[in-house]
């Protein structure tokens, strides 16, 4: 047995040089996130005892304790609890996302590509390169561990003591370690790293949902999702240690399992039958409209479904908001909300503009993927045929226009159909023309997106991080008193607040006009430029 | 001779795919043997089982008399494997990558040797992997193997990428470990290769051995094509058992002969006054198609 691991140490300190970039970016923007969420619930709301009551009760709303997790402490509601409730689960998910990308990565993407072949055909254990992605993926945790923990002493509260923070760090890593060891499993079953990848991703899904529901309605349900079982550790409540014992002792025996079945298996296999494909290309798929339609399907779905999800999630919160705050100074103070109008409409408009954010992300992502393309070079034999390049372009634009308005279409009206039906006081059509407002804005992402494949095609991640400075204006802005200058380089910041601002047809039309400017030049450069 | 790889009656099923029925042949020491068959006929599910790299249903398959998966870790000390389709990790440098094989075998790495074959392959070692075409990648690879100090050389079509005078210097290369008295087993498709290199070739069909020994025992059971021109008629030609697809066109007769009646046609021929007469060996494409030929439709 020990000859099946073989050299696992030399291919763990050689994954960690292959792997160390992407890994820092994963710990980097998991360090953000809870540094993020500490700060705003420590720092902007636990100043007062009457505050943080009014919290709890926001925190007792059926549709935030759907979306973060059961409501803790009701007697005592501090910020550990807080904390705790609106950071646990939404960490879980990260971990668990980067876990599962990880473990992929470094086992079954490597396996499809041949690389394991290259590396199993020295003398190397069966089971070694698996056995290195494992201890990649502890290692990975454990930094999460360390990092939460130095975020949480750092910016310590009184209600956050020492044993309630090493357990908070305990459960983020062993949430990613558990996902992680069931990523393993997925690898041994499919024979392709998408499928792997979509099982575990399946597994994720399933256990936030099954916590849904237990924290919902059927309580007992919650120990059976392994995201609800750590959730009942309640660090700075309960702070019970055995929910994170039986985690960890699952994951062992997912990993025990995974080991077993690469060690028996031939390289190449699954125990899940492979799919037989399409023997003949459909008639659409021959369309560029139907090829390029169908290179982004899947996520095109998935970004359709989170989407409702999260327009239905904010609807139905909504309205509770509304009755919850009425006549509550204090946070009305925090919020800066205007006399006579309800703080609830006054979301209204930012919550439209986060949906419209996260709608943008697909838009451009389907644009780039043209960049993808050209980059793997799969490209040269679409140029090769009878499209020019401006029907090709032209294709992943217009894809990516539609993606946009329809998504934000779709977002808003699960929004607004969930806020109306939730007896929220706001007209459906202000939803919809609120949700419109933004699209306009979102046409200038595009409309850069094309002007830097056209022009500059090696810097096009400038148009991400132009988003992210979007979203955290978007968040931040008016928190930070961000100077005018800055706050006016967002496109959304020129976008009316419908219902409490008027519909403006001249912001509208002179952003479609500069975003039509920018994808005109755009598609110029593209005409005329190199393709790598 | 010392046998060095030894496969007996292999079998390997994928699913309902029957993908090796009968698979046995050795390779000795410092023998180059050439493995040879066309796409899907089993020779990469071989040398995938030769690396324990897949396990066979049935039969047995030894290296160095070790079992091939139970032993593989230490079978693969003394085994060098460069795959036709090379993949790497694409942010590392094509050096760093032949480093990395070359330590996980265990050795120091022969800077001196690996310098010497970086500039036979013409090779740019500092780009990365991302960067390298499907011929560069196979260089890494080619480059790795060489270097090592290994006793058994396997080969998956390894110069699939290469242009033609690149592939000189594989040749080239694997001559020098030959002689250093490393075996090889070379599965190829491009049979100029196989002819130029091999001394012993293994022919696979639908996962079964039709053939197996020698270049020079093998044609034998092949025929040789006669080009001959004769003052008197030779009418009765196309009677004789070892003569077959007897042409006549301008005065020049052409046929296939068995190439191990060799002597009977010199005997029959002789009254008829012969002029010119040119003999082609067999080549291995002859040898090769006949055999698949023979059983169209199923492959």
Known sequence: MAQAFMQTARLFRFSIKKDWGKISLWLLGSAFFIFGGLFEIVQLFGGDPAERETLALVFQNPGMIALFGRALGEQNF??????????????????GIMSILLVVRNTRSEEEDGILELIQAQPVGRVAHTAAAILLLVTTNILVLIISVVILMALKDSSMMLEGVLLTGTIYATSGIFFGAVTLVTAQLSTN????????????????????????????????SPMGLLYNTEPFVKNDWYPVFISLGTSLLLIALALFLKQKRDMGSGLLPDKEGERHASAVLKTPVGFALNLIKTPLIVWTV???????????????????????EILNQIIAAEEGVSISQQFLAMILGVLAFISSIPALQFLYRLRTEEVKGRLNNVFAGTHSRYVILGTFFLLSVCVALVLQLLASLAFGGAAVAMDFNVEFIDVLLAAMAYVPAVYILIGMGTLFLGWLPKLTAIVWVYLVFIFINLYFGELFNFPDWLRNLSAFQYVPEIPVEEWSWPVALSLTGAALAFSAIGFIGYRKRDID | MEKIIEIRGLKKAFGKTQALSDVSFDVSKGEIVGFIGPNGSGKSTTIRILLGLIKADEGRASIFGQDVWDEAVDIHKRVAYVPGDVSLWPNLTGGEVIDLFLSMRGQKVDKQRKEELIKKFEFNPTKKCRSYSTGNRQKVALIAAFAADADVYIFDEPTAGLDPLQERIFQEQAREVQQRGASVLLSSHILSEVEQLCDTVAIIRQGEIVEAGSMNELRHLTRTQIVMKTNEKVPSLEEQDFAHDVSREKGEIIFQLDSDKMPEFLHFIAPYHVTKLESAPPKLEDLFMRHYESTKGGV
């Open chain 1, 193 to 224: 790293a998408r499928g792997a990848m979509m099982l575990a991703f399946g597994v994720l899904g399933v256990s936030y949902i099954i916590r849904i529901i237990g924290d919902v309605s059927l309580s007992f349900l919650s120990w059976f």
């Open chain 1, 78 to 95: 501090t910020n550990g609890a807080i904390f705790t409730q609106v950071m646990t689960i939404m960490t879980f998910i990260l971990t």
């Open chain 1, 306 to 328: 989170a989407l409702i999800i999260l327009g239905v999630t904010y609807g139905s919160v909504i309205g509770d908001l509304d009755s919850l705050l009425e006549g509550n």
